[in-house]
């Protein structure tokens, strides 16, 4: 038997774009609007929305990588530009996304060159951009101007706001037009308190996208889950401070022991099956964008998403 | 300027609009700024109108009623065009790329205003000072006029690097100061053009912006100057002029005038003083053997105050000794002190005072080598040796306390000064003043009641682990877990507007009794997630407030005895209900509803209020010994007052009653007298 599945729900979640094509002023050959929810994910009986988007993650240094990608990526890691096209032709990815991990050096302090990566990786896909900047609360406002400059026009995701940390990104948002990822530490109340301390400062909710921050699966990933369950009952029932569209990063499994200790011949398998099983989990508790960084877990995740958004019989 | 002539800004200002009336009449020439979107922008966000020509030009002025920074716009953007741009270092009209460069540094923070400076400084000395004061309080400043070559012969740097930037030679080149605030409004405040009002209020409240005149403006230059004043920034006069709305200043304050005036702050990032501060040590205690010097803790006066006063009154940062220093007392002895603390700010109420006094306690015990137990006049304060070695004074104990507060309150307070008095006679006068201050706020607290206010105040901190769960703070009512009084809550919300703490306006009554209010139930419905419908704040039985977990106590309601026991969270025994706290607190936390049991704090036992809904405090029957203890010397004379001088008595523990039967019993016995009142159920 099929259970009711009204819920009394009165809201929706809102729209975010993402992407600009030249007709809008970028060179994104595709955007998308994600958002817009009516209830919960793979749920309606009319299938309407968009299976979740997957965001394929590179990174500009990749030391602090984890040496499974960076061992089956090979040569790629060592060139952001190749890496973000293979993200998008070879791996197929919906989105990419550029960490900016280089910010990690001790007294970094070379902001163009950072420009120089985003305009490369910019160049080398037609994907919509996910961009996470600094690592080094000092050069927040040198790192993200220059982002948000240099994707001027393209309506970037820029990453990522924190209750102590949101100025400068969200200046960058407000100048040059790109939304935001605001991540609150699995907290339903801080999270709905940065959405408002952006909305003070200027940031539209239609250019925020919630990150709830993504424990690894049986290291916290329910605690994640709820809160973001949670997230997504208060937008339908119009907390309009909640209503904005999930980002899920579960980057975080491939730094726990299992992944990290197993077997040289299953490492791949091992740490795919934990991407996979945190980001599809995520995705049922309606995060729009899951971000990945094993090549072969997009796959897994794209039939996966087939598979939950294809009704058969009634 | 010769002599003592001044100028009278206000005849200026007529005669000056006179002219720019008229010489908006000659306009003949087409003009237009390159790298804009914005066209003339001040134009542009007034009216909507893109102006490039005289008609379009005297459009705009007849709908902005001839206003004088419309006119400075139109005539500075004709002579541009008839006369070609200035050479460098002038910038003149700024590109949107550069502006969009500094809206993004102002709403980052790294710039925390913007300030104009125009006419022809007396001193280029003086007016150096100025602008190194502006470099050093994070202000963006722009020059126009004398001000530029006087400044380079006092060979100051000029240039975006430098934050000075000068914009053109005349002081009509101010205007571009103006466009850059009508496009940092469009740009970041989403301001659209022609939305006046929209425009003033972003102005007004958003855009920090500060001039400082000198003196040599014309008649026109003063009207369009004085035009700014619509936007809300503050004209500051050094000198040369008289009457009209200016602030008189002089070179020394100047700044810190006009910030003050627009509310613009520099947060303080550094203590500077010779020890670590941190909440890591706050834990931390002196012993005996480690300590250099105390204070107080019965050994000799001590006292802190904390005294609000009106902006202007007090210097931020200032730190005062009274008496002898560290140096010049004994090791291991006991001397006499006084904490002073004055603080000022434009939010700044009276009612906080005792509230931030508070914090004296945790901002002590930051310092790495400062410690400090209780509150008023009871205070212990201890130095540490190591401390001391490392040259720690009694005057940095104030730089901490004035930082600190600083820090913690950079909405609150724009100024904090403090006095640390070790002079034995000057101590106890300030102890004896002090006092009478304590007996008054202890008045003005205990006479507050839940009707003599409209709002209530909310709590929601707890909901990271109990989701539904809304506190509804009240006068009467201290947050359940005893830690946020009223007070409390409406200082947190002042200080956080997007806190856990929000204002919940009560609404028409539903139910006196019990406490139930129309806007109370609306609040807890929705910061329930739609979960509770209703919330009686004096009933433990009805509709009673949701338990996060964090309660002192619990009452809850003993049918067989028609009563109210209440059991705290420090008792480990078995109550009369046949539980424990823990289970008890398993049952009913969560941020459920239960009717029958609520969660409360100590204090909440001795307000008027409590049990309100079920007739009283004649309804509490059994506590443990030890709360009974504790609350005694309040408890006694409170049900004295009511009409039960032996009421006390008859309220059972576990001494007289462990089990439901021996209290039954015992209530008997003594006749209390919650066995006669209304069946609870």
Same mark, same amino acid.
């Given at each position: ?58 990174? /500009? ?32 990815? /919906? ?143 119009? /907390? ?22 197993? /077997? ?51 | ?681």
């Amino acid at each position: 038997m099929i259970p009711d599945l009204n819920f009394g729900w009165t809201s929706t979640v809102g729209e975010v774009v993402l992407g600009a094509t030249r007709a809008e002023g970028g060179t994104r050959s595709h955007t998308y609007r994600i958002g817009g929810g009516t209830t919960l994910p793979f749920m309606e009986k009319n299938i309407s929305s968009p299976s979740p988007l997957i965001a394929f993650e590179i990174c /500009d240094d990749p030391k602090s990588w984890s040496p499974i990608i960076n061992e089956f990526c090979g040569d790629l890691v060592h060139d952001p530009g190749s890496w973000a096209k293979a993200a998008e032709t070879t791996y197929g990815a /919906d989105l990419v996304r550029l960490c900016l991990t280089s910010t990690k050096q001790r007294e970094f302090s070379d902001v163009p060159a950072l420009g120089k990566t985003v305009e490369t990786v910019l160049a080398s896909t037609s994907l919509p951009l996910i961009i996470e900047g600094s690592n080094e609360p000092k050069i927040d406002s040198e790192v993200f101007q220059k982002c948000g400059e240099t994707g001027q026009g393209e309506r970037m995701l820029l990453g990522t706001a924190e209750a102590g940390r949101y100025r400068s990104i969200a200046a960058a948002a407000l100048a040059y037009n790109h939304a935001i990822i605001a991540q609150s530490p699995i907290d339903i109340n801080l999270a709905k308190q940065l959405n408002i301390l952006l909305s003070e400062i200027g940031v539209p909710k239609d250019h925020i996208v919630i990150d709830p921050y993504t424990g690894a699966l049986g290291y916290g990933f329910e605690y994640s889950y709820s809160a973001m369950e949670r997230i997504r009952f208060s937008a339908l029932k119009g /907390d309009a401070d909640l209503a904005m569209p999930m980002i899920c990063a579960p980057s975080d499994s491939l730094t726990i022991k299992e992944v990290r200790e197993a /077997d040289t011949e299953v490492r791949d398998a091992t740490a795919v099956e934990w991407e996979f099983a945190t980001s599809l989990a995520a995705a049922v508790a309606g995060a729009e964008i899951v971000c990945v960084r094993h090549p072969d877990t997009v796959k897994r995740l794209k039939a996966a998403f087939a598979g939950l958004t294809t009704r058969s019989g009634a | 300027m010769k002599g003592t002539f001044l100028t009278d800004v206000t005849l200026a200002k007529k005669t000056g609009n006179e002219q720019l009336k008229n010489k908006m009449a000659s306009i003949s020439r087409e003009f237009s700024y390159e790298e804009t979107a914005y066209h003339l922008p001040v134009s542009y966000a007034l009216t909507g109108i893109a102006v490039h020509n005289r008609s379009t030009a005297s459009d705009v002025f007849t709908k902005t009623s001839s206003n004088p920074l419309v006119a400075a716009e139109c005539l500075l953007a004709e002579a541009t065009a008839a006369g070609g741009n200035e050479s460098a270092p002038y910038t003149g009209f700024i590109s949107d790329t550069v502006i969009r460069k500094l809206g993004y540094s102002l709403v980052d923070g790294s710039i925390l205003g913007l300030a104009l400076l125009v006419g022809t400084p007396k001193s280029a000395e003086s007016a150096a000072s100025i602008c190194r004061e502006l470099q050093e309080k994070y202000m963006l400043t722009f020059l126009s006029g004398g001000v530029i070559p006087s400044l380079s012969s006092a060979g100051v740097k000029l240039g975006l690097d430098y934050r000075l930037i000068p914009l053109g030679s005349k002081p009509l080149h101010s205007v571009h100061f103006v466009d850059i605030v009508a496009r940092v409004a469009m740009m970041f405040g989403g301001v659209s053009p022609g939305d006046i009002n929209r425009l003033l209020t972003y102005a007004a409240e958003r855009a920090k912006a500060i001039v400082i005149v000198f003196p040599g403006l014309s008649d026109e230059d003063i009207a369009f100057v004085d035009g700014m004043r619509v936007l809300g920034f503050p004209i500051l006069s050094l000198g040369g002029y008289e009457g009209g709305d200016w602030t008189p200043a002089t070179p020394d304050e100047v700044v810190r005038t006009g910030m003050d005036m627009k509310g613009i702050r520099v947060t303080v990032t550094a203590i500077p003083i010779p020890m670590a501060c941190s909440p890591a040590f706050e834990g931390k205690s002196i012993r005996k053997e480690e300590m250099q010097v105390e204070f107080g803790g019965g050994r000799s006066p001590a006292f802190e105050l904390l005294r609000m006063r009106n902006p202007g009154e007090i210097e931020d940062g200032k730190v005062t000794v009274i008496g002898p220093e560290i140096s010049a007392m004994k090791e291991g002895a006991a001397y006499p002190l006084g904490i002073v603390i004055e603080v000022a700010g434009k939010t700044m109420k009276k009612d906080y005072e005792p509230v931030l006094e508070r914090r004296i306690h945790n901002f002590i015990n930051y310092g790495e080598g400062s410690w400090h137990v209780a509150q008023r006049d009871l205070i212990w304060v201890r130095i540490s040796k190591e401390a001391f070695t490392k040259g720690v004074k009694i005057e940095h104990l104030g730089k901490l306390l004035a930082s600190k507060f600083r820090m913690d309150f950079p909405q609150l307070l724009d100024a904090v000064a403090v006095t640390l008095i070790t002079d034995q006679d000057k101590v106890l006068a300030g102890k004896k003043d002090a006092e009478k201050i304590y007996e008054e706020r202890d008045a003005r607290i205990k006479g507050m009641r839940d009707n003599d206010v409209d709002t209530y105040y909310s709590c929601t901190l707890c909901q990271t682990f109990a989701p539904n769960h809304v506190c509804v703070i009240t006068p009467e009512r201290p947050a359940l877990c005893g830690a946020i009084s009223w007070l409390d809550g409406k200082i947190a919300y002042e200080i956080s507007p997007s806190g856990a703490n929000q204002p919940v306006e009560k609404g028409a009554l539903v139910n006196a009794q019990n406490g139930e209010f129309e806007g109370v139930n609306r609040f807890v419905k929705k910061a329930s997630h739609g979960e509770i419908e209703r919330c009686s704040l004096y009933s433990v039985m009805e509709f009673p407030m949701t338990c996060c977990g964090c309660f002192e106590a619990i009452a809850l309601m003993l049918p067989e005895v028609n009563g109210i026991m209440v059991v705290n969270r420090e008792f480990k025994g078995l109550t009369p209900s046949g539980m424990t706290f823990s289970t008890l607190a398993g049952t009913i936390g969560g941020g459920a509803q239960t009717p029958g049991f609520a969660g409360i704090s100590k204090n909440y036992i001795l307000s008027d209020r409590f049990l309100q809904g079920e007739g009283g405090i004649e309804r509490l029957v059994w506590m443990p010994a030890q709360l009974k203890e504790e609350l005694k010397p309040r408890l006694v004379p409170l049900l004295a007052a009511k009409g039960h001088p032996d009421l006390f008595e008859k309220i059972a523990d576990e001494n007289t009653a462990a089990t439901i039967e021996d209290l039954t019993a015992f209530l008997a016995r003594v006749g209390h007298p919650a066995l006669v009142m209304k069946p609870l159920m």
